[in-house]
């Protein structure tokens, strides 16, 4: 270990090196270097994994960087005031301010704004400087503000808003706020079933022992967007109740990409016909971009019967080719109740298996085990935490910690665990794909 000196040296110049390796990867990639003053959201490039990396990088060692040259007292205050920040975006994202925006480069001024969104001029006003401080919006002139690419995510047909909206308001409100109660009541706080969670502690009087879907179900609206703004969406009160919830995990998959399922997995080596099974598939799953990549396979979706409804109507507006050919196939079902479709070459699961605590992992992986052949091939795609949060470069991962420990008193794990999860379940551990923000574990059914 060098000097301190030497130590905030050797960061400065990851810094250094990792910025100009992100601007080469949207150089070599054809795209514009972004810029905060551009009046659309950045092009990428198609495989973003470099990207990411270097991101990952600058990310870190940034943090590491001002954290260790900042007064610890001044840290800590300043991670308290985050929901500020917070409140203020969540304001943006439901009132709109971004589609009042939309098309207008040269600013609209913050009376108009107001008139536009119903909220107190003066109070506005100091919700958009606040954000505009922090690079979202633009001030074009005094108070007149401007969209820019981080305040244009915040668009209503933009699925980022969807999940800014769930994140800061519904989350906040039954969960975050709670958490420390809910670990200190004797009831709640050494249990791990999901109905004892900080969300369910959250909602205890209005909905004793009940989990965040049972929130849903009760309250149809919550989680609606301000209009509809998708053909698929189907009229029944689970499914808006559900509605904000499956955008913002569209959201989530921008933000973290599908690209590496998509590109690094090596669908193209599988031979015609290749049958896939993508358990839990959600509306806007990744299958529709494996379909539309990869002639070769052949996809089965299987989710509560609400959701493959609206995925049904999605396919059938979005890429009604995929049925035509007889590509695609749905099969309702309970992955807590039901066995999977059998026989499937694969079976593909994505960010399901961290919102269930180990006992319930393991019976989702059961059932599908239920149903799979001894060829075929299981795929876990989820968070992967690190076996410990710094890296050899002693660069702390600022991927490392994402927990729906919350929610559902589950949450994301190690390698370790999901070798141990998968033997319980009857499945032996093949490797690990590595996408950057997210990994695929590959196991096979253990038949020893």
């Known amino acids: 270990m060098g000097s301190a000196k030497e130590v905030l040296r050797s960061l400065v110049s990851l810094i250094s090196s990792a910025t100009?390796?992100?601007?080469?990867?949207?150089?070599v990639a054809g795209c514009r270097v972004p810029s905060l003053d551009g009046p659309t959201e950045p092009q990428l490039p198609t495989d973003t994994t470099a990207l990411k990396r270097a991101l990952r990088t600058l990310e870190g060692a940034f943090h590491q960087l001002i954290i260790t040259l900042t007064p610890p007292a001044t840290t800590m205050f300043t991670r308290v005031l985050v929901n500020n920040d917070v409140a203020c975006i969540e304001v943006a994202a439901k009132s709109g301010i971004a589609d009042v925006l939309y098309g207008i480069p040269e600013g609209v001024y913050v009376s108009e704004i107001a008139a536009q969104t119903g909220l107190h001029e003066g109070k506005l006003l100091k919700v958009i400087h606040t954000l505009a401080a922090t690079h979202c919006f633009r001030e074009t002139a005094?108070?007149?503000?401007?969209?820019?690419?981080?305040?244009?995510?915040?668009?209503?047909?933009?699925?980022?808003?969807?999940?800014?909206?769930?994140?800061?308001?519904?989350?906040?409100?039954?969960?975050?706020?709670?958490?420390?109660?809910?670990?200190?009541?004797?009831?709640?706080?050494?249990?791990?079933?999901?109905?004892?969670?900080?969300?369910?502690?959250?909602?205890?009087?209005?909905?004793?022992?009940?989990?965040?879907?049972?929130?849903?179900?009760?309250?149809?609206?919550?989680?609606?967007?301000?209009?509809?703004?998708?053909?698929?969406?189907?009229?029944?009160?689970?499914?808006?109740?559900?509605?904000?919830?499956?955008?913002?995990?569209?959201?989530i998959s921008t933000i973290t990409?599908?690209?590496?399922?998509?590109?690094?997995?090596?669908?193209?080596?599988?031979?015609?016909?290749?049958?896939?099974c993508d358990v839990a598939s959600g509306v806007r799953s990744v299958s529709i971009e494996l379909a539309r990549k990869y002639p070769n396979l052949r996809l089965t979706l299987q989710d509560l019967p609400p959701v493959i409804a609206q995925a049904q109507q999605l396919w059938a507006a979005e890429y009604p080719l995929a049925n035509a050919?007889?590509?695609v196939n749905d099969v309702p079902f309970d992955f807590f109740k039901n066995e999977a479709v059998h026989g499937q070459d694969i079976y593909y699961i994505r960010q399901a298996i961290h919102n269930w605590a180990d006992d319930d992992a393991v019976k989702i992986l059961k059932n599908i085990?239920?149903?799979?052949?001894?060829?075929?091939?299981?795929?876990?795609?989820?968070?992967?935490?690190?076996?410990?949060?710094?890296?050899?470069s002693g660069v702390v991962d600022a991927q490392a910690l994402?927990?729906?420990?919350?929610?559902?008193?589950?949450?994301?794990?190690?390698?370790?665990?999901?070798?141990?999860?998968?033997?319980r379940a009857g499945l032996r551990f093949v490797k690990v794909w590595d996408f950057l923000e997210t990994g695929l574990v590959e196991f096979v059914p253990d038949v020893a």
């Open 325 to 327: 050919e007889k590509r």
């Open 257 to 276: 990409g599908i690209d590496g399922i998509i590109n690094q997995f090596p669908w193209w080596e599988f031979p015609q016909g290749t049958t896939v």
């Open 402 to 423: 994402r927990s729906m420990l919350l929610v559902l008193n589950a949450g994301e794990r190690t390698v370790e665990e999901f070798k141990t999860i998968g033997a």
């Open 20 to 27: 100009e390796d992100a601007i080469r990867e949207y150089e």
């Open 142 to 251: 005094p108070q007149t503000f401007a969209n820019n690419p981080l305040s244009l995510t915040l668009r209503n047909s933009n699925d980022t808003s969807a999940l800014v909206i769930f994140r800061s308001s519904e989350m906040d409100k039954c969960a975050v706020f709670n958490f420390h109660d809910s670990l200190v009541d004797p009831e709640y706080g050494h249990s791990l079933d999901p109905r004892r969670s900080a969300w369910s502690w959250g909602i205890k009087e209005e909905m004793p022992d009940s989990t965040l879907f049972d929130f849903f179900a009760k309250h149809p609206k919550s989680f609606q967007v301000r209009k509809q703004v998708y053909p698929w969406d189907v009229n029944c009160s689970h499914a808006l109740g559900m509605q904000r919830f499956h955008r913002a995990m569209t959201g």
């Open 369 to 392: 085990r239920a149903g799979a052949k001894p060829s075929s091939r299981i795929l876990s795609h989820d968070y992967i935490l690190p076996s410990g949060v710094t890296s050899a």
